[in-house]
């Protein structure tokens, strides 16, 4: 039988043809004998076995199956394969980035540092908004709120838990601080108070002793529950810490349990050291239905999905709005007049709706400006990519002559570009680790124990981020490099010519690169000119007071059990104390000072009929002593301030601010009228005060915003637990802040101290945003200017030895200097300019989603878009000068002796 | 592969072709064993230097007429590693069977 119809049948036979196929896979080195070997066992078993045609289906098969595990032969033969050939790419990867050291650096470097800022915003952003609380099966647990992220009161949620079949439970639980005494001293920590089944809900074991019972929040319990940072530090991990008694708000709780290291509560991103249960809360306010205070965590029965556990919840939600109406106002911010509906969101990250908005607000822009920096990074590391192509023409081009396959060229070229992007991921860690560091250092000047103190960690997550970040960069940047670099003009390109077809196209893609290195900064640029526009509109901003001199301070007697006779008579003994330190020009309390970290307000109706005006409507308001108005330096515009004569037995008063006379009496000439006419300060049952008095406008809660309608009445007429103090001093120093510490430590030793800080700095809380966000996207801005000024030198440099032939002709022929030069910053403006242009249309599409940032400042403020553009031709002008100068050094006879 | 122990399926694949069965499907018949185990274990034995391949003569192939077939022999190491391979299930063999006369009498 002639050997050709032999293969001819070979390609018949199922089992044959299963080898054919499989060998595909088999490295190509190998590929050959491996299917001769199986070829020739097969064939030699079927001649064995007589004649394919002859044999019975049993054998057939029984020859399909050797066949088949022919399959696991080959895949057993794949690491082979990337010995073979990854291996070479990357020792010769290796070799050429370890040979070009520059190029390596200035890559590895862009890129670590567009990687680690990712890496770090996403573990910011990770520890704040996606990662899971240190609970047991937190796929169950959501967080559970009211209308636009409000809470709930205690006796509803009780009615939630007892009528709900889809829940497993709901805990509720709300920071407060605790005053810790500790021997003479005391200080202030984070707590949390809770519903009883809180660890229940979360799953939260305990290192030592026992969770609180179920029942242990219906009525009160002196029992606490530590943390274990809080056990460590504070008691050197003391075994016998269970069972002991710890004074907290000057009563004594017995330690029932320490909690598992690594748990700090609920509140991300603050962090509870203690818990207690809710029932020790002193105050009506669980009793109370329309309260909205306490936060919720809901654990949802095994199963039940989170639309059916919504809609059920609604349900109740419902039956109680009927059983107890809510007042009208208490709709009118978030759930409208038909009530907040319940939702449930995934307990992760920071569960207040508030604060969760502001931190992906932040970490929103915060990465989207990295993004743009690493995209710059990428244009610039291609860039340089593609200059390297163009030195390694020669190379290439001899490797495709003799036969290398364009593919598996530009694999090897990939593996380079993805070598230098692992490398620039790996030191973009270690720089991401710095950067947490930065970030941690930069949080918001909040006074203890409420320092935010997010969990960065750069754990598996982050770096599976930043390994796929860095892939995806390779790939970006190396693609294009890579495919015009294996498209060399053979011929030419043999000759050693470099003034080639793929040369100028080359310089094409090059010059696209610059440009959008140019239009990706100028967008940066606009948006860092807009933040700072808007920080220095915000910093001019009057507050209304005087923030030199001014030290404010908290003092919360109502949570040592003061009552309010006592706190009379503490009020007024401090305040003797205080006068007669020298140093101390005005002391003054009030409940609290504006710009703080709570507010005050209530109803105010008019009296009379000022038609909407007069309607009952939550306005700012104070309560202060007859000094406050001295003390912050707010001047009052028409009638007295309060004196010490406006006393609980004397007639009810009250002081308005401008934008509250205006708007509730829009009839009056001026302001003065309002004097003597009554507003009802409370809901129905209230008494009228009489205003004696039109204080001068201020910012209450926020720098920014609108002007608010605000009022004040005398602290004697309704008193006070927390109160805070603000003391006017004759100089800014530490003296006088300790003698304060002396005094009130001399009238109660047991009172810790809170918060105190100049006003100044109070009112530097309010501009941490607007600093942040001008500082970091003017940081990476300026980094992405620094980044695309170096493509367009780069580009400019290249384009000066490409055209060093023709320069020299020119030169030859009688061109100046200055012509040359000229021509070289033409080009390179000319690349400058459409940058500017594609850049200025992105950033007018682009800023408008800054608007809600900004403060005083329209996203499309002419004086920085007119602006920038400047500043980025004149940095990119510098970046051209450089490789002109060197143009006009052009030896017209050297040149022309070239190629 | 290192030079650690050698594992029973591998020692028997080896065992097999000491007693020549050079073949890969030969190798299969007479151990038994899937061709998805032997024939990965003939590559890492070649590759540890146990074994070293051969394709057979041209004209025997010929005469079939087939491709030729390869062949697996023995090298001085793998002939090393088969003894003490052979000597340590051997001994393995003689616990068990030392441990079930033991167990006899008390049956009996």
């Not at chain 1, 899971?132 to 809470?151: E, F, H, Q, V």
């Not at chain 1, 920038?868 to 017209?892: E, F, S």
Request: proline fraction near 5%.
């Amino acid at each position: 039988v002639p050997l050709h119809s032999h293969f001819k049948r070979a390609f018949i036979r199922p089992h044959l043809r299963l080898i054919r196929l499989v060998g595909v896979i088999v490295p190509r080195r190998l590929r050959a004998d491996w299917r001769q070997e199986w070829e020739a066992e097969l064939r030699c078993r079927e001649a064995l076995l007589a004649e394919w045609d002859r044999l019975g289906w049993r054998n057939k098969l029984d020859l399909l199956w050797r066949s088949s595990s022919a399959f696991w032969d080959a895949l057993w033969l794949q690491p082979k394969r990337l010995e073979d050939e990854m291996f070479q790419d990357l020792r010769f990867g290796l070799r050429l980035l370890r040979t070009h050291k520059g190029l390596t650096a200035v890559a590895v470097l862009s890129l670590a540092l567009g990687i680690g800022a990712n890496t770090a915003i996403f573990s910011l952003a990770d520890a704040l908004l996606w990662r899971n609380l240190p609970a047991a099966d937190n796929d169950r647990l959501y967080t559970a709120m009211r209308g636009n992220g409000g809470g709930f009161s205690y006796r509803n949620c009780l009615d939630y838990y007892d009528r709900s079949r889809v829940l497993e439970g709901m805990a509720l639980y709300s920071q407060e601080n605790l005053a810790f005494g500790h021997g003479e001293k005391s200080e202030v920590v984070l707590a949390e108070s809770i519903t009883g089944n809180f660890f229940e809900v979360l799953g939260v074991p305990m290192a030592q002793g026992r969770a609180f019972a179920s029942d242990e929040d219906r009525t009160p319990h002196p029992v606490v529950v530590v943390s274990y940072d809080f056990w460590q530090q504070r008691f050197g991990g003391d075994p016998q810490l269970v069972g002991k008694m710890l004074m907290f708000n000057n009563q004594s709780f017995t330690v029932i349990g320490v909690t598992v290291p690594g748990f700090v509560g609920a509140s991300v991103p603050w962090r509870a050291e203690v818990w207690v249960p809710m029932a020790m809360r002193s105050g009506p306010e669980l009793n109370e239905r329309n309260g909205q205070q306490f936060s919720a965590v809901a654990k949802l029965r095994a199963g039940v999905s989170r639309e059916q556990a919504e809609a059920e919840l609604e349900t109740i939600n419902r039956q109680l709005q009927q059983s107890y109406p809510e007042p009208d106002w208490f709709n009118e911010d978030g759930g409208g007049k038909h009530g907040r509906q319940v939702s449930l969101v995934p307990a992760q990250g920071i569960p207040s709706q508030i604060v969760r908005r502001w931190a992906s607000l932040g970490t929103g822009l915060a990465s989207s400006v990295a993004c743009l920096v690493l995209l710059i990074a990428c244009a610039n590391v291609a860039n340089l990519l593609l200059a390297r192509g163009a030195a390694r023409n020669r190379e290439i081009a001899i490797r495709l002559a003799v036969g290398a396959g364009r593919l598996r060229l530009i694999r090897q070229l990939l593996t380079e570009s993805l070598l230098l992007a692992l490398a620039g991921g790996i030191a973009g860690v270690l720089l991401a680790h710095w950067i947490n560091q930065l970030l941690m250092s930069l949080h918001p000047p909040l006074p203890p124990p409420w320092e935010l103190k997010a969990d960065l960690r750069l754990d598996g997550r982050a770096l599976v981020y930043t390994l796929l970040l860095s892939l995806l960069t390779g790939v970006i940047f190396g693609l294009v490099p890579a495919w015009a670099a294996t498209k060399p003009a053979l011929l030419s390109a043999l000759k050693g010519e470099s003034r080639s077809s793929g040369g100028r196209q080359r310089f094409a893609l090059r010059s696209l690169l610059v440009v959008t290195q140019v239009a990706l900064s100028l967008v940066l640029l606009v948006s860092a000119g807009l933040f700072i526009r808007s920080l220095q509109q915000l910093q001019a901003v009057s507050p209304g007071y005087e923030t030199r001199n001014r030290l404010v301070m908290d003092l919360d007697i109502g949570s040592l059990g003061y009552n309010e006779e006592r706190g009379r008579i503490f009020h007024q003994q401090l305040l003797e104390r205080l006068a007669n330190v020298t140093g101390i020009s005005a002391v003054a309390t009030a409940d609290f000072i504006p710009l703080g970290w709570r507010g005050g307000g209530n109803l105010i109706t008019v009296e009379g009929d000022q038609g909407d005006a007069g309607q009952p409507k939550m306005t700012d308001g104070q309560r202060v002593d007859s000094r406050y108005f001295e003390a912050m330096g707010i001047p009052i515009l028409r009638g007295r301030a309060f004196t010490a004569a406006d006393t609980a037995a004397s007639e009810r008063v009250a002081i308005v601010n401008q934008t509250l006379a205006r708007r509730r009496w829009s009839n009056i000439k001026d302001i003065g009228e309002v004097i003597g006419k009554r507003i009802r300060i409370g809901d129905q049952t209230a008494p009228w005060s009489v205003i004696v008095g039109v204080a001068a406008d201020g910012k209450y809660m926020s720098l920014s915003g609108p002007q608010h309608e605000g009022w004040w009445v005398p602290i004697m007429q309704s008193p006070t637990g927390l109160f805070q103090m603000v003391v006017r001093t004759t100089a800014e120093s530490p003296d006088i802040a300790s003698a304060i510490r002396r005094e009130v430590a001399a009238l109660d030793p047991n009172l810790p101290f809170q918060n105190m800080v100049s006003l100044k700095e109070r009112v530097s809380l309010y501009l941490w945003p607007a600093r942040m966000g001008a500082g970091l996207v003017a940081a990476l801005g300026g980094l992405g200017l620094l980044l695309a000024a170096l493509g367009l030198y780069g580009v400019m440099s290249y384009a000066v030895v490409q055209r060093t032939r023709e320069i020299g002709i020119r030169m030859a022929l009688g061109a100046q200097a200055r012509n040359v030069l000229g021509a070289v910053i033409g080009d390179g403006m000319r690349l400058t300019l459409a940058g500017i242009v594609i850049g200025l249309a992105g950033a007018w599409a682009i800023t408008r989603f800054l608007a809600s940032m900004l403060y005083g400042v329209s996203a499309r403020d002419p004086l920085t878009f007119a602006g920038v553009p400047l500043v980025l031709a004149t940095v990119a002008l510098l970046a051209c000068y450089l490789p002109a100068r060197k143009a006009t050094k052009v030896d017209p006879l050297d040149a022309l002796r070239r190629d | 592969m290192g030079k650690g122990f050698l594992t029973y399926s591998t020692a028997v694949i080896l065992q097999a072709v000491s007693n020549g069965y050079l073949y890969g499907f030969d190798i299969i018949d007479i151990t038994g064993l899937p061709g998805g185990t032997v024939y990965p274990a003939l590559r890492r034995l070649e590759d540890a230097g146990y074994l070293r391949s051969k394709w057979e003569e041209p004209h025997i192939a010929q005469t079939e007429p087939r491709p030729p077939r390869k062949y697996y022999e023995l090298t001085r190491e793998g002939r090393d590693a088969l003894a003490e391979a052979v000597k340590r299930y051997r001994q393995l063999e003689q616990t068990q069977t030392k441990k079930e006369r033991e167990r006899k009498p008390s049956r009996a």
